[in-house]
């Protein structure tokens, strides 16, 4: 088992750390090129939510990413202390936004979804959220 | 590799290749950038992203945002060299349906010629 825990300001400049931390953490159990782009897909999505939705882009607040390693199993969890999340159910709706004017997608959640092996999602009004996805590397001897 | 997009003309289409990674920060610039250049122009436009290492939803945003922009004036947007994860984040999202794909930038030279 290993394990990392790394939090950062809301800020969306910080993207792109927490991609290539994550990514960074993944190295010793050498992912195939794909797998890697598809964690820092993820991370992005996940991250983006927690500064726009959650932050509202407050650089005061924290976005705290955690990963548990167990063999070849990743559990990425993505937490933010913000406003929380109304209807689970309608933000999982693919191309639900609540910011067409900046052109987001609302695919975010669908992304993760398809990515991921699983997405929990826990959400209390104006305590936060917390994404918890689960995603195991393939083997590579059975590649 | 630097972020940034290089534009190109080519047998009456627009050439734009994304270098480097589409994320939040990057869409907003390029979503100014292309809005301006599809204002001032008339031709098609292609979307190459054989030269780009990443592309989340805020990329997906910026496509069909240009994407509607082009229709509205009756002009067709291209895509081409999506790496295979972005592939299926593209084809999930439905954008295939309304757009042409092209493997590279080559293909569908070939294929226009």
């Known amino acids: 088992m290993n394990q990392m825990e790394v939090s950062f300001s809301a800020i969306l400049d910080n993207e792109n750390f927490a991609r290539t931390t994550v990514a960074a953490f993944l190295t010793p159990l050498n992912p195939t090129i794909d797998e890697v782009i598809e964690f820092k897909t993820i991370v992005s999505e996940a991250v983006s939510n927690a500064i726009i939705h959650g932050y509202n882009q407050n650089s005061e607040c924290f976005v705290v990413i955690k990963m548990k390693i167990d063999g070849r199993a990743v559990q990425l969890t993505v937490q933010d202390y913000g406003k929380g999340i109304e209807n689970l159910e309608e933000v999982k709706a693919p191309f639900y936004t609540t910011a067409k004017d900046l052109e987001h997608a609302g695919m975010g959640l669908t992304i993760i979804e398809t990515l991921a092996d699983r997405l929990e999602i826990e959400s209390v009004i104006n305590i936060g959220t917390k994404l918890i996805i689960t995603k195991s590397l393939k083997n590579h001897d059975t590649v | ?113």
């Open chain 2, 1 to 113: 590799m630097e972020n940034h997009i290089e534009i190109e003309k080519s047998h009456h289409l627009i050439i734009v290749h994304f270098y480097g990674e589409i994320d939040s920060v990057m869409a907003p610039v390029y979503r100014g950038q292309l809005s301006d250049l599809i204002d001032e122009t008339q031709e098609d436009l292609v979307f190459d992203f054989q030269n780009t290492s990443f592309i989340d939803s805020s990329g997906i945003g910026l496509v069909l945002g240009r994407y509607n922009q082009l229709k509205f004036e009756h002009r067709t947007l291209i895509l081409t060299g999506l790496n295979q994860v972005a592939y299926r984040l593209f084809e999930l999202t439905g954008l295939f349906q309304i757009m042409p794909y092209y493997e590279s930038i080559e293909s569908l030279k070939e294929g226009t010629l």
